[in-house]
């Protein structure tokens, strides 16, 4: 039997997801160039700054709050 594809259909690559549906948090210590490479998405600031310190200085909880944010403004 196929493997199912758990991909959401608005996100580009692959998005590991729980048994549950929601997305996989994201590790404080990932880097953004990583995040912008998997969501093919532009974030505000360095490419170098690590996930943790992009959510304190962003003001976001969750990569799905970033990635809402980024495609509204």
Known sequence: MPKLDTNA???PGHAAR???GRL???RGDT???????R????????SDM???T???QQGVDSIREALKR????
Do not use: C, D, H, Q
């Open 24 to 26: 996989r948090r994201i």
């Open 39 to 46: 969501y093919a998405v532009k974030f505000p600031g360095r």
């Open 18 to 20: 729980t048994e549950m």
């Open 70 to 73: 980024r495609i509204t403004s």
């Open 9 to 11: 259909t608005n996100m």
């Open 31 to 37: 880097l953004m160039e990583t995040l912008e490479k």
């Open 54 to 56: 992009f959510k304190e």
């Open 50 to 52: 690590e996930w943790s």
